[in-house]
């Protein structure tokens, strides 16, 4: 700098203004400068996290438009309590349109393409990786095969894992295989997993996986066609088959969510108008936490049948939809049934992908994809 002065010179909280001005994954990089600023940065992004978390719904956003022919461009946003978006992160990939989140953990978010790449990342700090396909898929079951993806975390050994279960599509009676990945892992390489899951067929409805306390659930139906949920326990990587509540009687409309640390089943009833929330306990048994009826959406929806809106998320005790007409998020708390609406992006507006799988319960975090 001029006169011999150097970064350190400058006042911090000038300097602090300067980065206010920068994306946060920017900003982190900088801590390799000097030990000055590594201690001023960290400082500065725990500051950044807590009004994060005080401004944002905890509602991700992704969208992704087409630069040029077999290249797009990802965009990364966070929904904020008085509406508007805050861009997280931007970023160029030869992606498919069609694409899928598998859920968020501590930050970082599991990306899957229908063209078999998977992507983890974290949009706050930056941190970008992809995964080496999965290429037991056409190995195990040939060229028809359909599979579905799980992304969890493993709190002994504090790593990431992803898990893909494959069905031949045509034929139902084909066992089913799983594989697992690290992520991070030195070996950084796919493995079958010996404990496959008990049953024949499996498919599961719109909403992925949830992931809750180091087990995946998917919502699926067993050999006998009967709708269960299918439960992956990260750690030991084996898996085991939960019953639904006795009034469901199939997976379709219904949905898995968490609420308050449990796992939640929301069934909906296109003829009675409404969708009951069921909490799963911890023996496994079921309860019935409140039933809401499709007319409290009324005022704020195109009209009550929710032929046109997709459930999104059971967040903080409000239930998350998402019209995909209007492209507008509606928040019902269950409690006080106090509606809230939000404008996503222009209602003329196109979207490369379906909204309803763009969009998962997410908080910003400094959490590294790899601890080792």
Not at 24 to 29: A, D, F, G, H, P
Request: proline share 4%; aromatic share 14%.
């Amino acid at each position: 700098m001029e006169g011999g002065r150097n970064y350190d010179s400058l006042p911090g909280d000038i300097t602090l203004r300067i980065f206010s001005l920068l994306p946060l994954y920017l900003v982190l990089r900088l801590r390799l400068v000097c030990k000055a600023w590594y201690a001023l940065i960290t400082e500065f992004a725990v500051e950044y996290l807590k009004r994060s978390k005080e401004t944002s719904l905890g509602i991700l956003c992704c969208n992704s438009r087409c630069i040029s022919s077999g290249v797009f461009s990802l965009y990364i946003s966070s929904l904020q309590i008085r509406g508007g978006i805050k861009t997280l992160m931007t970023k160029t990939l030869s992606i498919s349109p069609r694409f899928t989140f598998n859920g968020s953990i501590n930050g970082l978010i599991c990306l899957d393409e229908a063209k078999n790449n998977i992507h983890v990342f974290n949009p706050t700090t930056g941190e970008f990786v992809t995964l080496p396909p999965c290429h037991f898929s056409s190995y195990i079951i040939g060229f028809g095969y359909y599979y579905i993806t799980g992304f969890g975390y493993c709190p002994l050994t504090k790593q990431y894992k992803v898990v893909k279960i494959f069905q031949d599509f045509f034929k139902f009676a084909t066992p089913v295989k799983a594989a697992v990945i690290t992520v991070g892992a030195p070996s950084n390489s796919w493995r079958i997993i010996e404990s496959s899951p008990l049953y024949k067929f499996t498919f599961t409805c719109d909403g992925g996986a949830i992931y809750l306390n180091g087990t995946l659930f998917w919502l699926s139906y067993t050999e006998e066609i009967m709708p269960a949920i299918t439960a992956f326990d990260v750690s030991d990587e084996t898996f085991r088959i939960i019953r639904l509540p006795s009034k469901v009687f199939s997976c379709n409309q219904n949905r898995l969510a968490k609420q308050e640390g449990r796992l939640c089943l929301v069934k909906f009833d296109r003829e009675k108008e409404y969708f009951e929330i069921y909490i799963m306990l911890e023996d496994f048994q079921w309860i019935s936490q409140c039933r809401v009826s499709m007319k409290d959406f009324e005022p704020h929806c195109a009209n009550h049948y929710f032929s046109g809106y997709v459930f999104l998320c059971l967040k903080k005790g409000k239930i998350t939809l998402w019209s995909t007409w209007m492209k507008r998020l509606i928040f019902y708390d269950i409690k006080s049934r106090a509606i809230e609406t939000i404008q996503v992006g222009d209602a003329n507006e196109e979207m490369i992908a379906s909204p309803e799988l763009l969009t998962c319960p997410y908080e910003e975090s400094l959490t590294p994809i790899c601890s080792y």
